[in-house]
């Protein structure tokens, strides 16, 4: 079981190379301009966010004609493919984790160690970008969490992955599954706010670039990412401190990881916030996004750099 798991891992790996690299082609061709003749701006067919978005970005969309769905929401010959290639990674890597949470030594979540925690948080975001893609028509910035999963999968194909047995304070097989797949969910989710929010840095309030997302859209991708994927980090926090008062007799110890977690926490509390006050909206926003994707990164490796009792990675 754990070649099979391997073998899965390594398609799917395979998979999301060759999406990244249809989406920055996809990327390219809407920024050159050139789109397939056969997908140009019908004037009777409907924007790919209608019935989606609503309110004043809508109203403001209504009368500006073919300029903006043609531009960021129409496909290209690239288009298809990089979302079916996205496809085929997460069902490929979501296979390799089941094969691997099957296997007679594991028997719960399979993110117990640093490899399979990578592989995890790799397919967290590749699913939950093809979730918001769904919803709001952001293919054209769809190769910056792509790309994030695959540098992940890079680097977890460098990791162990030998199955072993987890150390003492990991054995609570319920817990496990649960508080590190909060932390799986809420990472992969908050990978496609950080996209929307390089978007919106790249993009300006004035929509500098037709072939990317107009500021409008990647607001609202954003800002609904955060809002899904903030109380499940909660969630995951406070569950992560009822298992510390069973594993090491204490709900807060202030270790490395625990802290990281806070601060990732009160960063996009603050994004919150301030997405909604006049003065920070926009700009100063998307740089919370930017910092707070930061912060997660830094939680998710926290274990490699600094010592404490959430120094169980495996490496």
Sequence with gaps: MEALSQALFSIGTIAAALGFAAAVGHAVLLANGRRAAALTF?????????????????ASRAGTGSADTAAFGSPTALSRGATALAVAAAAFLVASLTVRALHPLVMRGPWGNMYEFTVA??????????????RYPIASIGFIPVGVALA??????????????????????????IHVGLAVISYGIFATSFAAGVGYL???SRDRFAWLPSHRVLDEVAYRAVIFGFPIFATMIILGSWWASIAWSRYWGWDPKETSA??????????IHARN???????????????????VLITYSGSLWFSGLHAYSGL
């Design 277 to 295: 006050q006049r003065a920070w909206a926009g700009r100063r926003a998307a740089l919370l996004l930017v910092v707070g994707f930061g912060m």
């Design 262 to 271: 806070l601060v990732t926490w009160l960063v996009y509390a603050v994004y």
């Design 42 to 58: 019908n004037p009777g067919r409907e924007p790919a966010w209608a019935g989606v978005v609503t309110g004043s970005f809508a």
């Design 202 to 204: 790249v993009q300006g």
């Design 121 to 134: 948080f790799a397919t967290s975001i590749v699913i939950g970008y093809l979730v918001l893609g769904r």
């Design 152 to 177: 992940l999968l890079l680097y977890a194909s460098t990791l162990p992955s030998a199955i072993e047995a987890l150390v003492p304070a990991l054995q609570n097989p319920s817990l496990l599954t």
